[in-house]
């Protein structure tokens, strides 16, 4: 038998967010604020310190949308918090029709496919009256629940294996610091910028104006430092205008360094060893005394992304880290065999981390596999 399908505006209540007066956010005092970068991470670094209605606050499990941009949707997974504009919740207005766990599995691909179709000139935006109109199909009850029982299960286990690549990341993390201490809290040693050069604007080797190059934007840098997807264009069509890089270079952006996952990586296996970029990066290369990984790694530390967000400079909204924020970290200048020992460590974490991701890929498969059966019905 076939499931009705229904108006998703006649199951749910949604609550958008309030514009808070920004004046008033700061990173300690009030309550917490979830903003659109928040709803997909769960957590959030911004205080609110002023008046709010109640109606406004957001408690762990409720299930929220960003209204720009991606429009990811995450259940709440922090202690309770305001909720701002362009973020809205949503949720069954009657749970003996439709279950919200139900809910939360269906909803990201009308999500995606209403993303799709969106068309922009800057960001997307999504409006309530798009989630009103989504055509839902709604079995009975126990078939809900056991459909959102299935996918949870699925769900746990892709989170489980991300958990375990997170902890090689913070294995790696807390290896450097063991190895080398805290440059933030260094107040001896070498400046870092003495033992890199920052912003290199001249190829180290000579390249013709018809040769390939690399060719990657910032969006194309991963999470965890990776290149995706690089692009290819003539040494002449890019050579002006754009960050210069080459093999063995470190990539820092400007504008994102203390986000969870802030953009960087070490250029590797560039066509002809030369690459070109988004102006938003840094590009650091390192001297005869300190390894590409080494730098990376250093960058990578969660206390140098703070302390770098701290003295980022310019207004708001357009605050970058300077060149000269370079200045201000000092570092030990270990001996490359010591640099190379923690290079071989990294190497052998890598490897590992590179199973749990394979494992990921298996385990993302199958949930897509069930989702894409769940609501065709057929499990």
């Given at each position: 038998?076939?499931?009705?399908?229904?108006?998703?505006?006649?199951?749910?209540?949604?609550?958008?967010?309030?514009?808070?007066?920004?004046?008033?956010?700061?990173?300690?005092?009030?309550?917490?604020?979830?903003?659109?970068?928040?709803?997909?991470?769960?957590?959030?670094?911004?205080?609110?310190?002023g008046l709010f209605h109640e109606k406004f606050i957001i408690k762990n499990g409720d299930i929220l949308i960003g209204m720009d941009g991606e429009f990811n949707l995450s259940p709440w997974r922090s202690e309770p918090a305001l909720l701002n504009q362009r973020v809205c919740k949503i949720e069954s207005n009657n749970e003996l029709k439709l279950l919200n766990s139900y809910l939360?599995?269906?909803?990201?691909?009308?999500?995606?496919?209403?993303?799709?179709?969106?068309?922009?000139?800057?960001?997307?935006?999504?409006?309530?009256?798009?989630?009103?109109?989504?055509?839902?199909?709604?079995?009975?009850?126990?078939?809900?629940?056991?459909?959102?029982?299935?996918?949870?299960?699925?769900?746990?286990?892709?989170?489980?294996?991300?958990?375990?690549?997170?902890?090689?990341?913070?294995?790696?993390?807390?290896?450097?610091?063991?190895?080398?201490?805290?440059?933030?809290?260094?107040?001896?040693?070498?400046?870092?910028?003495?033992?890199?050069?920052?912003?290199?604007?001249?190829?180290?080797?000579?390249?013709?104006?018809?040769?390939?190059?690399?060719?990657?934007?910032?969006?194309?840098?991963?999470?965890?430092?990776?290149?995706?997807?690089?692009?290819?264009?003539?040494?002449?069509?890019?050579?002006?205008?754009?960050?210069?890089?080459?093999?063995?270079?470190?990539?820092?952006?400007?504008?994102?360094?203390?986000?969870?996952?802030?953009?960087?990586?070490?250029?590797?296996?560039?066509?002809?060893?030369?690459?070109?970029?988004?102006?938003?990066?840094?590009?650091?290369?390192?001297?005869?005394?300190?390894?590409?990984?080494?730098?990376?790694?250093?960058?990578?530390?969660?206390?140098?992304?703070?302390?770098?967000?701290?003295?980022?400079?310019?207004?708001?909204?357009?605050?970058?880290?300077?060149?000269?924020?370079?200045?201000?970290?000092?570092?030990?200048?270990?001996?490359?065999?010591?640099?190379?020992?923690?290079?071989?460590?990294?190497?052998?974490?890598?490897?590992?981390?590179?199973?749990?991701?394979?494992?990921?890929?298996?385990?993302?498969?199958?949930?897509?596999?069930?989702?894409?059966?769940?609501?065709?019905?057929?499990?």
């Amino acid at each position: 038998m076939s499931w009705e399908t229904v108006k998703l505006g006649e199951l749910v209540k949604i609550l958008s967010g309030y514009a808070f007066d920004a004046s008033l956010f700061n990173d300690k005092f009030g309550l917490p604020l979830i903003r659109i970068r928040d709803v997909k991470r769960g957590f959030t670094n911004t205080y609110f310190n002023g008046l709010f209605h109640e109606k406004f606050i957001i408690k762990n499990g409720d299930i929220l949308i960003g209204m720009d941009g991606e429009f990811n949707l995450s259940p709440w997974r922090s202690e309770p918090a305001l909720l701002n504009q362009r973020v809205c919740k949503i949720e069954s207005n009657n749970e003996l029709k439709l279950l919200n766990s139900y809910l939360l599995h269906f909803l990201p691909i009308q999500l995606k496919k209403i993303e799709e179709k969106t068309s922009y000139v800057t960001v997307k935006h999504l409006s309530v009256k798009d989630i009103n109109n989504i055509q839902i199909p709604l079995p009975d009850i126990t078939i809900q629940k056991n459909i959102a029982t299935i996918l949870d299960k699925a769900d746990d286990l892709r989170k489980k294996d991300l958990k375990l690549l997170q902890h090689y990341d913070a294995l790696a993390q807390s290896l450097f610091i063991e190895m080398f201490g805290d440059p933030v809290k260094n107040e001896k040693g070498i400046v870092f910028s003495q033992v890199i050069k920052i912003n290199p604007s001249k190829s180290e080797k000579t390249v013709e104006n018809n040769e390939l190059v690399s060719f990657i934007p910032m969006a194309n840098v991963g999470e965890k430092g990776e290149f995706n997807n690089s692009l290819y264009k003539t040494f002449g069509e890019v050579k002006t205008g754009f960050t210069y890089f080459a093999d063995g270079d470190v990539l820092f952006a400007k504008i994102t360094p203390c986000m969870e996952n802030g953009k960087g990586a070490i250029a590797k296996n560039l066509i002809n060893g030369i690459g070109f970029g988004s102006t938003e990066f840094h590009v650091f290369r390192p001297n005869e005394s300190v390894t590409s990984e080494y730098i990376y790694h250093l960058l990578a530390l969660p206390s140098i992304r703070k302390y770098a967000e701290l003295n980022m400079t310019g207004s708001a909204g357009q605050k970058r880290v300077s060149t000269s924020f370079f200045n201000k970290i000092k570092i030990d200048l270990p001996a490359i065999s010591v640099q190379n020992q923690f290079a071989s460590l990294i190497q052998n974490i890598e490897l590992q981390k590179e199973k749990v991701k394979a494992q990921i890929q298996a385990s993302e498969n199958l949930f897509q596999s069930l989702l894409q059966k769940a609501f065709n019905q057929e499990l």
